[in-house]
Each structure stands twice: as structure tokens, then as C-alpha cells.
């Protein structure tokens, strides 16, 4: 299978992806978590995990950002790491989104949140921060 195009989504899988797009990049981690949850309820296979490794990594960010939980954090960057890695094995972008770069946000994430969670961070920093790129 290869990877769809952002065109080749379902209606509402679009609108639901731009709409957590743009909630995630205004740092709204939780209300993007629940826009591409709404998609990620009438869809399958692949598209369905790659929904769910979005949903992930918008809740690693709203566990430590809001909720202050490295461990949790951390634990969120590798389930949605693990998940973009495999999607991207059909191909990159998934439906018009880059998969490389979250990849890699995801695997910084997790590094800052294991330093955190031992006490060599204070926190989380803000330039470590995602952002996800509009479909193309």
C-alpha cells in the first residue's frame, strides 16, 4: 500500500486533520487530541494508526506541558514514535502530512522527558515543541 495523499482522505479526516492541525500548533494539544479523534473513530488500518500517533504525540505534549508528567510524557513520545515509524514504512508524507520531522520531534520529546523525569531537566522546553505541517 502506498501512503494517501491529503485529497485521498475521507471528508471528515480532513477537516478534522486541519482543524488538530491548527489547535495543535497553537499549542491546544487537547482539543487537537480530540479533533483527531473524531477521524480516527470512523477510520481503519493504516489511517487509523496514523491518526492515533497524532493523537499520541498531542498527548505527550499536553501530559508534561499541562499536567507536568515527565514519565507519562515520555511514555506517550515512544507509543507515538513507534506508531509514526510504522506508518511512515508506507510512505511519508501520510496524507499530505511530513512524517519525518515528527519523528524526529518525537524522539527529542522523549530524550527531554527521560532527562526531566530524572531530574537533570527542570522542565519541558518550549523550543522543543512540534509543530506539524499543513497537508500538501
Known amino acids: 500500500m502506498t501512503a494517501p495523499t491529503f485529497a485521498e482522505?475521507?471528508?471528515?479526516?480532513?477537516?478534522?486533520?486541519v482543524a488538530g492541525?491548527?489547535?495543535f500548533n497553537g499549542g491546544a494539544w487537547w482539543h487537537a487530541h480530540e479533533a483527531w479523534e473524531d477521524a480516527w473513530?470512523?477510520?481503519?488500518?493504516?489511517?487509523?494508526?496514523w491518526l492515533?500517533?497524532?493523537i499520541q504525540l498531542a498527548a505527550a505534549y499536553h501530559k508534561g506541558i499541562e499536567q507536568r508528567q515527565p514519565r507519562g510524557m515520555a511514555?506517550?513520545?515512544e507509543k507515538s514514535l513507534e506508531k509514526l515509524e510504522r506508518v511512515r514504512s508506507e510512505g511519508?508524507?501520510?496524507?499530505?502530512?511530513?512524517?519525518a520531522p515528527l519523528c524526529e520531534a518525537a524522539r527529542r520529546g522523549?530524550?527531554?522527558?527521560?532527562?526531566?523525569?530524572c531530574g537533570d531537566r527542570r522542565?519541558?522546553?518550549?523550543d522543543a515543541i512540534a509543530t506539524v505541517s499543513a497537508p500538501v
Open 110 to 117: 522523549r530524550a527531554i522527558a527521560r532527562l526531566w523525569e
Open 21 to 23: 492541525i491548527a489547535l
Open 75 to 77: 511514555m506517550l513520545f
Open 92 to 99: 511519508d508524507p501520510f496524507g499530505g502530512v511530513a512524517l
Open 123 to 126: 522542565e519541558f522546553e518550549r
Open 52 to 54: 492515533q500517533a497524532l
Open 9 to 17: 482522505l475521507a471528508p471528515l479526516t480532513r477537516e478534522k486533520l
Open 41 to 49: 473513530n470512523e477510520e481503519d488500518g493504516t489511517t487509523r494508526l
